[in-house]
């Protein structure tokens, strides 16, 4: 059931494609339809599949003459991030509700994005999930070089190439990985099974972790991420951020760890205390945890700092992933959905309900506009959303970022330390964005004054309340019952751990 | 060998040169007074049966050909990857025929369609050639016809010097190419290229080795001149640039499926050089390594190596700095070249990389059919093929638009469009024939540059989709064309879908072998 997300989004997106031109409103509805349906499938799916371990649902052959097979399964990983993506379409489709011009390319592209990146979290074919992992990238190209804002063609350019080198990266592994297995098989488990000797794993394993590890804001690969998602439009940004990134953290724990584990072995030697390549990418990720802080710390433009924000919540994934600890992952799976959707929650406010109207994500301007006072509703939900943001209790944050704690804790002290004064800096620069922002006491100087009295911002629209109700819910229901999806993570992650793919 | 044999083995050429024939009387006798359109349309149609009819003739699973009096040796192979090639050929050259129907670069419309039909005889022939002179004569055949095709548009300057580089680059690669046969021959005194591979084994040849080097180098920059590879490439961005828009869809495909054809074929002849001797029970055949540098194979395959990293890295970089889209595209013909060129470096025994390499250049000369067709349009409405011609087509006509997306994402490689198949395929049988460090590196550049090579691809597009119009009027291309994009268009997405459909076609040519 759950491939049907896959192919009703692409079909959406071609008939959108398709559609007559100049009426916006029926390509708006459409899309909501393709993406509230591919979103309802998704729970029907995570519902049908509680306590199931991996559910083959498609299986057929495809390149028979390279053994390439068609193979869409389900785990418990794949459940939670097809929820995820059902969760972050219908909220982006809300939020893009003010999209006037191309309206039917732009839904045509979102939903073509959306088909690409539920392949890839439904596939168990190596080749397969390629093929998804790279459809997704046009899209994004477009998405951003068209309907983006600041330095939009840069950073569409800069994003597709930075995505791509990602890609050729795993290409590489991939046809390594084929060509050394011998097995004459690209399924996901056949290779797993291949017993790829450890040599060929020592330096696979680095190759695809940081293919994969761009798209997930690796430290020092994140630049495209921050110019990315400020220039591009609300909903892009929060698929950016909010599952696009996810596709790389995915990558980096199903294929990188599932298929090379003994590129996570000691070398042998070390220097500097780096013994392996987790060590090394454990470092990369608290840099990336505690750089990304301090950077949104500094930021002047609202949107940036939550695109820097997103570099550091996206490290305590890669760091979850490296400690190999059932916890650790755990939690680092369950942080890829708890970001996934405050990220979005704050670029949607940020984008769509504060800068539509006030037309500026300045700080130092947003000071003077009293919008704790003038839109309450955004001041609102970017408290409740900071909130999930710094990782309170109450909210999915808070239990992902425990979980990669104590799993971090677990294999290296120091870890846990030094991501430790990243969250501390998270609430710094979450609680400075908020005040300034919102609550700001700083009184307009003379020339910031408009001659005819301040104006009236738009009212706050369905869409807007709808969507943001959506993803708040979504948080709060995770942070205080997180059981409902980690029933759901930990035996699969258990079992990832445990054998491979086996 | 008798007449009767290699009349029926020519047959498809045979009807090639009447259609042409037929073409030029059509045209010259009967449709004097009649307008430009409807002469091509006659012209167009009448070439296409001319194909139609050698695809029907073609000998497609007999797995023999053509023999020298009094030997086995072949000296026209049938079936098997020549009859892939040929029919790919033919197919290319119907879709290139379909293109010149309402374009106006020329009033001689029964001498361009003439020509093209010769020269697509010539790649014909030298896809299924054995023999240094037949693949002399069918290269020239082919050349020429080409040479005479970029100078078709008479009014245009670009063309009558794009024609000009490419006649003086190809008469002195012919001539580097005669010079490295003349060697060869004189090396182990046949024409034959399994005698020759054969004799260059033997001990008096190990002794010259020098000379057999010269002779390598020298064959290498004859064709590598056909196939537009480093350092033998500067013919192709003018070429490309001044041709007739039909004229260099015809040079940029038909003529590189021909000419891989025919580098299949002696890379072919060169990894299967003993196996009609183990066949033959009369001789003891000592099996042991054979010292790398030693006969044809392994000095060959560094040399086409060496021209394909050249190949591959020049091309997509320099096409980074192009403003011409006809230059952009005969740079990224020179980068495709190289991947393909890699492919034919490291051969495999069995057809992996033979069908490699076919399937690269079939769906590569499809896709670049496409992309010319599409250029074509645009310059016949905008004058030119800047690539700020190319602005805000998206409302001038979104079909268009929708068909150069698919082709410009298929040539740079992302799935699901063919042409990331044809990479995929083309690097696994690269490494499907050797694992070691050095191919792999190179494989590993391959796959980079083909990121590199997005860049300049998404420049193209980012025109297309991106920014806006400098001139909104509608752009109107004439109905056959856009019917020839839309067809090519939906053949690249169809093939990318279902990579197995053309895999499965080419096995069905091997089944009588």
Same mark, same amino acid.
């Not at chain 1, 053994?67 to 809300?94: K, M, N, Q, Y």
């Not at chain 1, 992902?400 to 969250?423: C, F, H, M, R």
């Not at chain 2, 003349?182 to 399994?194: F, Q, R, V």
């Given at each position: 059931?759950?491939?049907?997300?896959?192919?009703?989004?692409?079909?959406?997106?071609?008939?959108?494609?398709?559609?007559?031109?100049?009426?916006?409103?029926?390509?708006?509805?459409?899309?909501?339809?393709?993406? /509230?349906?591919?979103?309802?499938?998704?729970?029907?799916?995570?519902?049908?599949?509680?306590?199931?371990?991996?559910?083959?649902?498609?299986?057929?052959?495809?390149?028979?003459?390279?053994?390439?097979?068609?193979?869409?399964?389900?785990?418990?990983?794949?459940?939670?991030?097809?929820?995820?993506?059902?969760?972050?379409?219908?909220?982006?489709?809300?939020?893009?509700?003010?999209?006037?011009?191309?309206?039917?390319?732009?839904?045509?592209?979102?939903?073509?994005?959306?088909?690409?990146?539920?392949?890839?979290? @439904? &596939?168990?074919?190596?080749?397969?999930?390629?093929?998804?992992?790279?459809?997704?990238?046009?899209?994004?190209?477009?998405?951003?070089?068209?309907?983006? &804002?600041?330095? %939009?063609?840069?950073?569409?350019?800069?994003?597709?190439?930075?995505?791509?080198?990602?890609?050729?990266?795993?290409?590489?592994?991939?046809?390594?990985?084929?060509?050394?297995?011998?097995?004459?098989?690209?399924?996901?488990?056949?290779?797993?099974?291949?017993?790829?000797?450890?040599?060929?794993?020592?330096?696979?394993?680095?190759?695809?972790?940081?293919?994969?590890?761009?798209?997930?804001?690796?430290?020092?690969?994140?630049?495209?991420?921050?110019?990315?998602?400020?220039?591009?439009?609300?909903?892009?940004?929060?698929?950016?951020?909010?599952?696009?990134?996810?596709?790389?953290?995915?990558?980096?724990?199903?294929?990188?760890?599932?298929?090379?584990?003994?590129? @996570?072995?000691?070398?042998?030697? &070390?220097?500097?205390?780096?013994?392996?390549?987790?060590?090394?990418?454990?470092?990369?990720?608290?840099?990336?945890?505690?750089?990304?802080?301090?950077?949104?710390? /500094?930021?002047?433009?609202?949107?940036?700092?939550?695109?820097?924000?997103?570099?550091?919540?996206?490290?305590?994934?890669?760091?979850?992933?490296?400690?190999?600890?059932?916890?650790?992952?755990?939690?680092?799976?369950?942080?890829?959905?708890?970001?996934?959707?405050?990220?979005?929650?704050?670029?949607?406010?940020?984008? %769509?309900?504060?800068?539509?109207?006030?037309?500026?994500?300045?700080?130092?301007?947003?000071?003077?506009?009293?919008?704790?006072?003038?839109?309450?509703?955004?001041?609102?939900?970017?408290?409740?959303?900071?909130?999930?943001?710094?990782?309170?209790?109450?909210?999915?944050?808070?239990?992902?970022?425990?979980?990669?704690?104590?799993?971090?804790?677990?294999?290296?002290?120091?870890?846990?330390?030094?991501?430790?004064?990243?969250?501390?800096?998270?609430?710094?620069?979450?609680?400075?964005?908020?005040?300034?922002?919102?609550?700001?006491? %700083?009184?307009?100087?003379?020339?910031?004054?408009?001659?005819?009295?301040?104006?009236?911002?738009?009212?706050?629209?369905?869409?807007?309340?709808?969507?943001?109700?959506?993803?708040?819910?979504?948080?709060?229901?995770?942070?205080?019952?997180?059981?409902?999806?980690?029933?759901?993570?930990?035996?699969?992650?258990?079992?990832?751990?445990?054998?491979?793919?086996? | 060998?008798?007449?009767?044999?290699?009349?029926?083995?020519?047959?498809?050429?045979?009807?090639?040169?009447?259609?042409?024939?037929?073409?030029?009387?059509?045209?010259?006798?009967?449709?004097?007074?009649?307008?430009?359109?409807?002469?091509?349309?006659?012209?167009?149609?009448?070439?296409?049966?001319?194909?139609?009819?050698?695809?029907?003739?073609?000998?497609?699973?007999?797995?023999?050909?053509?023999?020298?009096?009094?030997?086995?040796?072949?000296?026209?192979?049938?079936?098997?990857?020549?009859?892939?090639?040929?029919?790919?050929?033919?197919?290319?050259?119907?879709?290139?025929?379909?293109?010149?129907?309402?374009?106006?670069?020329?009033?001689?419309?029964?001498?361009?369609?003439?020509?093209?039909?010769?020269?697509?005889?010539?790649?014909?022939?030298?896809?299924?050639?054995?023999?240094?002179?037949?693949?002399?004569?069918?290269?020239?055949?082919?050349?020429?016809?080409?040479?005479?095709?970029?100078?078709?548009?008479?009014?245009?300057?670009?063309?009558?010097?794009?024609?000009?580089?490419?006649?003086?680059?190809?008469?002195?690669?012919?001539?580097?190419?005669?010079?490295?046969?003349?060697?060869?021959?004189?090396?182990?005194?046949?024409?034959?290229?399994?005698?020759?591979?054969?004799?260059?084994?033997?001990?008096?040849?190990?002794?010259?080795?020098?000379?057999?080097?010269?002779?390598?180098?020298?064959?290498?920059?004859?064709?590598?001149?056909?196939?537009?590879?480093?350092?033998?490439?500067?013919?192709?961005?003018?070429?490309?640039?001044?041709?007739?828009?039909?004229?260099?869809?015809?040079?940029?495909?038909?003529?590189?499926?021909?000419?891989?054809?025919?580098?299949?074929?002696?890379?072919?002849?060169?990894?299967?050089?003993?196996?009609?001797?183990?066949?033959?029970?009369?001789?003891?055949?000592?099996?042991?390594?054979?010292?790398?540098?030693?006969?044809?194979?392994?000095?060959?395959?560094?040399?086409?190596?060496?021209?394909?990293?050249?190949?591959?890295?020049?091309?997509?970089?320099?096409?980074?700095?192009?403003?011409?889209?006809?230059?952009?595209?005969?740079?990224?013909?020179?980068?495709?070249?190289?991947?393909?060129?890699?492919?034919?470096?490291?051969?495999?025994?069995?057809?992996?990389?033979?069908?490699?390499?076919?399937?690269?250049?079939?769906?590569?000369?499809?896709?670049?059919?496409?992309?010319?067709?599409?250029?074509?349009?645009?310059?016949?409405?905008?004058?030119?093929?800047?690539?700020?011609?190319?602005?805000?087509?998206?409302?001038?006509?979104?079909?268009?638009?929708?068909?150069?997306?698919?082709?410009?994402?298929?040539?740079?490689?992302?799935?699901?469009?063919?042409?990331?198949?044809?990479?995929?395929?083309?690097?696994?049988?690269?490494?499907?024939?050797?694992?070691?460090?050095?191919?792999?590196?190179?494989?590993?550049?391959?796959?980079?540059?083909?990121?590199?090579?997005?860049?300049?691809?998404?420049?193209?597009?980012?025109?297309?989709?991106?920014?806006?119009?400098?001139?909104?009027?509608?752009?109107?291309?004439?109905?056959?064309?856009?019917?020839?994009?839309?067809?090519?268009?939906?053949?690249?997405?169809?093939?990318?879908?279902?990579?197995?459909?053309?895999?499965?076609?080419?096995?069905?040519?091997?089944?009588?072998?």
């Amino acid at each position: 059931m759950l491939a049907w997300t896959i192919y009703i989004s692409f079909a959406g997106a071609l008939i959108l494609a398709l559609m007559p031109k100049g009426n916006a409103a029926l390509a708006r509805w459409f899309a909501l339809a393709v993406a /509230a349906t591919g979103f309802a499938i998704a729970i029907a799916g995570f519902a049908a599949g509680a306590g199931q371990g991996r559910v083959t649902i498609v299986d057929l052959p495809w390149v028979a003459s390279m053994g390439i097979r068609f193979t869409l399964a389900a785990d418990g990983i794949s459940r939670v991030l097809v929820l995820l993506t059902g969760l972050a379409a219908t909220a982006g489709v809300l939020f893009s509700w003010n999209i006037e011009t191309r309206t039917n390319e732009f839904f045509a592209f979102f939903l073509a994005l959306i088909g690409g990146v539920y392949g890839v979290f @439904l &596939s168990f074919d190596l080749f397969l999930l390629f093929v998804f992992y790279e459809i997704a990238i046009v899209p994004k190209y477009f998405l951003i070089a068209i309907w983006g &804002s600041t330095r %939009r063609e840069y950073a569409a350019m800069k994003l597709a190439l930075y995505s791509f080198v990602g890609s050729a990266m795993v290409l590489i592994g991939l046809l390594a990985a084929y060509a050394t297995s011998g097995s004459h098989s690209t399924g996901l488990v056949d290779l797993a099974n291949a017993n790829l000797p450890v040599s060929f794993q020592m330096w696979a394993f680095p190759l695809v972790f940081i293919g994969f590890g761009i798209l997930a804001g690796l430290w020092p690969f994140h630049t495209w991420a921050p110019t990315g998602h400020v220039a591009a439009p609300t909903a892009a940004s929060m698929l950016l951020a909010g599952v696009v990134m996810k596709l790389g953290a995915y990558g980096c724990l199903r294929v990188a760890i599932g298929l090379f584990p003994h590129g @996570l072995d000691a070398w042998g030697w &070390s220097f500097l205390g780096i013994g392996s390549w987790r060590d090394v990418f454990a470092l990369l990720a608290v840099i990336g945890i505690v750089y990304g802080a301090l950077v949104a710390l /500094a930021q002047s433009d609202f949107k940036f700092v939550i695109g820097y924000s997103s570099v550091s919540h996206m490290g305590f994934v890669l760091l979850g992933l490296v400690t190999l600890k059932q916890i650790g992952v755990t939690g680092a799976v369950l942080q890829m959905f708890s970001h996934g959707v405050i990220a979005g929650l704050l670029f949607a406010i940020v984008g %769509r309900v504060v800068y539509e109207r006030t037309h500026t994500r300045q700080l130092d301007e947003l000071e003077a506009m009293h919008l704790g006072k003038r839109l309450p509703f955004a001041a609102w939900a970017f408290v409740i959303a900071g909130c999930a943001s710094m990782g309170l209790p109450g909210f999915s944050g808070f239990i992902a970022e425990l979980q990669v704690l104590v799993g971090s804790w677990n294999a290296k002290p120091w870890w846990t330390v030094a991501a430790g004064i990243g969250i501390v800096i998270g609430v710094a620069y979450t609680w400075r964005a908020l005040q300034k922002a919102f609550f700001s006491d %700083r009184l307009p100087r003379p020339d910031e004054h408009p001659k005819e009295g301040w104006p009236k911002f738009d009212p706050i629209t369905w869409p807007e309340i709808a969507a943001t109700a959506l993803l708040i819910a979504a948080t709060v229901l995770v942070g205080v019952y997180p059981r409902v999806l980690l029933d759901s993570i930990e035996p699969a992650v258990r079992s990832l751990l445990a054998g491979g793919m086996q | 060998m008798n007449y009767a044999d290699l009349f029926r083995v020519t047959l498809p050429e045979t009807a090639l040169e009447i259609a042409a024939l037929l073409v030029l009387v059509a045209d010259l006798a009967f449709l004097r007074k009649a307008s430009l359109q409807a002469r091509e349309m006659v012209a167009s149609i009448l070439g296409v049966v001319g194909c139609g009819a050698a695809v029907a003739l073609l000998p497609l699973h007999a797995g023999g050909g053509v023999s020298y009096p009094g030997s086995t040796e072949l000296m026209l192979s049938t079936g098997g990857y020549s009859a892939i090639a040929q029919v790919g050929i033919l197919m290319l050259t119907v879709l290139t025929l379909f293109l010149v129907i309402g374009s106006e670069f020329t009033q001689h419309v029964g001498e361009y369609v003439a020509v093209l039909l010769m020269a697509a005889t010539g790649g014909l022939l030298i896809s299924g050639a054995q023999d240094l002179l037949v693949i002399f004569v069918g290269l020239e055949l082919l050349s020429l016809g080409l040479y005479i095709l970029t100078a078709f548009a008479k009014s245009s300057e670009k063309s009558a010097e794009g024609a000009m580089k490419y006649y003086l680059f190809g008469g002195m690669s012919a001539a580097f190419l005669l010079f490295g046969f003349s060697y060869l021959y004189g090396l182990t005194g046949s024409t034959n290229l399994h005698e020759i591979m054969r004799g260059l084994y033997s001990g008096n040849v190990q002794s010259a080795s020098p000379l057999l080097y010269v002779a390598l180098v020298m064959v290498a920059a004859g064709l590598g001149f056909k196939v537009a590879a480093v350092p033998f490439h500067l013919w192709a961005p003018d070429t490309y640039e001044g041709a007739p828009a039909p004229a260099a869809a015809f040079i940029a495909s038909v003529s590189k499926v021909a000419s891989f054809a025919l580098l299949i074929g002696i890379g072919t002849a060169a990894v299967h050089v003993f196996d009609n001797l183990r066949n033959a029970s009369t001789v003891t055949f000592v099996v042991g390594p054979i010292p790398k540098y030693v006969g044809f194979a392994g000095p060959w395959s560094v040399v086409v190596t060496l021209i394909a990293v050249g190949s591959m890295v020049l091309g997509n970089l320099a096409a980074l700095a192009q403003t011409s889209v006809r230059r952009l595209l005969a740079y990224s013909a020179i980068a495709h070249a190289g991947y393909i060129l890699l492919a034919l470096g490291y051969f495999s025994h069995s057809t992996a990389s033979t069908n490699a390499v076919l399937y690269y250049i079939l769906t590569y000369g499809l896709t670049t059919v496409g992309a010319f067709g599409a250029v074509a349009v645009v310059e016949r409405n905008g004058g030119s093929d800047r690539m700020d011609a190319f602005l805000g087509l998206y409302k001038r006509n979104g079909l268009l638009a929708a068909v150069m997306m698919v082709l410009f994402l298929s040539l740079a490689g992302i799935p699901p469009l063919v042409g990331f198949w044809a990479k995929f395929n083309l690097f696994a049988a690269v490494l499907g024939v050797n694992r070691g460090v050095v191919p792999f590196t190179i494989v590993a550049l391959a796959v980079a540059m083909s990121a590199v090579s997005l860049y300049y691809y998404l420049q193209v597009l980012k025109r297309v989709f991106v920014m806006p119009a400098a001139d909104p009027t509608p752009m109107k291309g004439n109905l056959v064309t856009m019917g020839v994009l839309v067809v090519i268009a939906l053949a690249v997405v169809v093939l990318g879908c279902l990579p197995g459909l053309l895999q499965a076609w080419m096995g069905s040519f091997y089944a009588g072998m």
